[in-house]
């Protein structure tokens, strides 16, 4: 909310000595005046302006010493389809009973909208009905569709006490997508001993042609693997809306080189990959939402390969060799064992384990998913004596 400001005084002013009012003490005053953008419109005055309230404005001291009159554009928010026509309200809380009201400026976008007419509402004040035409005591003001304004709108006739609209401002939708600002600059409020109220103002905004709204659902909801991987399928659910119009489309690409493809029921994504998820939705109006992503995901549910072989050294020493590897997300660590016993983890190449005892040696591998394989072999004098042209002694190998 905003104060009202003492601006719109001297412009209410500067507008009656143009139009050639002069002041009374009673008795209403009637003038015509003519519009630089639009038709010409009848001002009928109350009571005028007087200087006490005048200068109580300039010296910024409180002429009313109560709650605030509160000018609000109503509704405060609203959705409207490109080309269509709607209407914003100045609706009007009196802190006391009042005679008059005035609107300085609202201020609009004049790409986004452009205002019809200004209307009077036999809400607030009991206007006498004028067919046809704007009643006595309401200047409708003046349009400017170029600057995106409207100015000098001002009325009144008899006494408001209770909450009501002032006038309906009617506009009609452009082309273009966006949200105008509806904003009221400065007001001015009299009461029934003709003093100047204080108040504030509460503005609006209306969006044009609201695009639709799409949001994602992974299943599984989180990675569940390791490091931020998927070591299962991935399904790709998506869920747009739209107020409007409607959904007309949705559309989606997995990688930022891919071609859009229309979603129509859940992607279910198999292969192992690094993936960038886009998506769009398009409304029956043709509004069409902002390109959304990357949402990133991986995959990798393929296990790492391997293969354990024991060195011999020489003596009672044997060097236990994991040959491994992994063509998606890299290796992690090879843990080896000897008798089920954990000797020990090697996080980079080579991966190699000395040992001094005999038994059954083995090695399982683990990739950055959290997938993982096996090998054994056996560390044995014997049968190393039996191989003796070799150094590499395998014996068996098996997954788990």
């Avoid at 006494?159 to 009501?164: I, K, N, R």
């Avoid at 006038?167 to 600002?181: D, E, R, V």
């Avoid at 003796?388 to 190998?397: F, G, I, M, T, Y």
Wanted: aromatic share 10%; proline share 6%.
């Amino acid at each position: 909310m905003k104060e009202n400001r003492k601006g719109l005084v001297i412009a209410i002013i500067v507008l009656l000595v143009g139009a050639g009012v002069i002041p009374s003490i009673s008795g209403d005053i009637e003038t015509d005046r003519k519009e630089t953008n639009g038709e010409k419109g009848t001002a009928v005055i109350g009571n005028p302006i007087s200087m006490d309230s005048i200068i109580g404005i300039e010296e910024n001291v409180p002429i009313f010493d109560g709650d605030i009159t509160v000018v609000s554009i109503q509704p405060p928010a609203q959705e409207v389809e490109k080309g269509e026509e709607f209407t914003a309200g100045i609706y009007v809380e009196p802190s006391e009973p009042i005679t008059d009201v005035g609107i300085d400026i609202i201020y609009f976008d004049p790409t986004l909208i452009q205002a019809d007419r200004v209307d009077a509402v036999w809400d607030l004040f009991d206007w006498l009905p004028v067919p046809g035409g704007q009643p006595p005591g309401f200047d409708p003001g003046i349009i400017d569709n170029i600057n995106g304004k409207i100015s000098y709108i001002i009325g009144g006739w008899g006494v408001a006490s209770d909450p009501g609209y002032f006038c309906n401002i009617t506009f009609t939708a452009q082309q273009k997508p966006g949200t105008s600002p509806l904003d009221i600059q400065n007001v001015l409020i009299r009461n029934i001993n003709h003093d100047l109220l204080p108040s504030t103002v509460i503005d609006g905004e209306v969006t044009v042609g609201k695009e639709p709204v799409t949001i994602h659902e992974f299943v599984p909801p989180v990675p569940n693997g390791e490091n931020g991987w998927y070591v299962s399928d991935v399904i790709i659910i998506l869920e747009a809306t739209d107020e409007q119009s409607g959904v007309e489309f949705t559309y989606y690409k997995l990688d930022t080189d891919d071609e859009y493809e229309e979603y129509n029921a859940p992607v279910t994504v198999s292969e192992d990959g690094e993936y960038e998820l886009y998506y769009y939705s398009v409304d029956y109006a043709e509004n069409k939402e902002d390109d959304k992503g990357p949402f990133d995901f991986k995959i990798d549910q393929t296990r790492p390969t391997i293969d354990l072989e024991v060195e011999s050294l020489g003596g009672n020493e044997w060097n236990l060799i994991a040959i491994v590897s992994d063509a998606m997300s890299g290796i992690d660590r090879v843990e080896f064992y000897l008798n089920d016993i954990l000797l020990g983890n090697v996080t980079e190449e080579p991966y190699e384990w000395q040992v001094s005892e005999q038994g059954m040696a083995k090695a399982i591998v683990y990739d950055n998913a959290g997938n993982k394989a096996s090998d054994e072999d056996e560390v044995s004098v014997s049968y190393r004596q039996s191989q003796s042209n070799s150094n590499l002694v395998p014996v068996q190998r098996c997954s788990f």
